[in-house]
């Protein structure tokens, strides 16, 4: 038992600092999703782990990163609308939700149909939560059936919630630096008046000067 739990632990520190690692070394949120798509592949063995981000219309979820096993279809450039019942409720509830039937369960509507085209078992979506607010949604598909337990369900949610960190903080530098390009486009501006206002006045000193002395 000891031997399980070191390996358990080992697993989620591994994916952690990735995650972090990957946070530390790139502006991108796609490649920071990447990794998290990649460890959570690795770590519990399924073939296919997705990501999405909010499209500028906010009507719909976009899938910007994945990890495919080589025998599995790419789903990167695809869409989710947010008022799928399951987009709905991972949005509204913040908590991972497991279907254990992906291609029969009446919860996934029309896509149970794609789930039996792409032969997937399970589909697991877990949303990644910074202040509240789902900034993106992770899915785990498997081609077999397959029941997480609650150490797989803590590394989920654990480094969902590391991802989610990035995230911010990746925001968070995003704005100030879009704050400090404002900031500098100001003073150039105010800088190229004050110094138009400062040929003006030289411009009519030395006319006032010419004049008086023309007296």
């Known amino acids: 038992q000891q031997t399980e739990d070191l390996r358990v632990q080992n697993r989620e520190l591994t994916a952690l600092n990735h995650i972090i690692s990957a946070a530390d070394a790139t502006l991108d949120p796609v490649e920071i999703l990447r990794v998290l798509c990649t460890e959570l ?9 997705v990501a999405t981000l909010a499209e500028p219309d906010g009507i719909a979820l976009k899938i910007v990163a994945e990890y495919c096993r080589y025998d599995r279809g790419s789903l990167l450039g695809g869409t989710l609308c947010l008022t799928e019942p399951l987009i709905a409720y ?7 939700l497991f279907i254990e039937d992906a291609q029969h369960d009446p919860r996934l509507g029309d896509y149970r149909a794609v789930m039996r085209r ?3 078992a399970t589909v697991l979506l877990a949303p990644v939560v910074v202040r509240g607010h789902v900034m993106s949604i992770l899915g785990l598909e498997t081609t077999v059936p397959r029941v997480y337990n609650d150490d797989d369900l803590i590394l989920i949610v654990n480094a969902a ?3 989610g960190q990035a995230l911010e903080a990746l925001k ?3 704005e100030l630096r879009a704050h400090a390009d404002a900031l500098e486009a100001t003073v150039a501006q105010r800088t190229a ?3 138009v206002a400062l040929k003006q006045a030289q411009a009519a000193d030395e006319a006032k000067s010419q004049f008086l002395s023309s007296v």
């Open 172 to 174: 968070l530098h995003q």
């Open 118 to 120: 792409r032969q997937t």
């Open 90 to 96: 991972a949005l509204k509830h913040q908590l991972p």
């Open 193 to 195: 008046e004050l110094s």
């Open 161 to 163: 919630a590391a991802t």
């Open 41 to 49: 592949a690795l770590a519990l063995s399924v073939p296919q782990t």
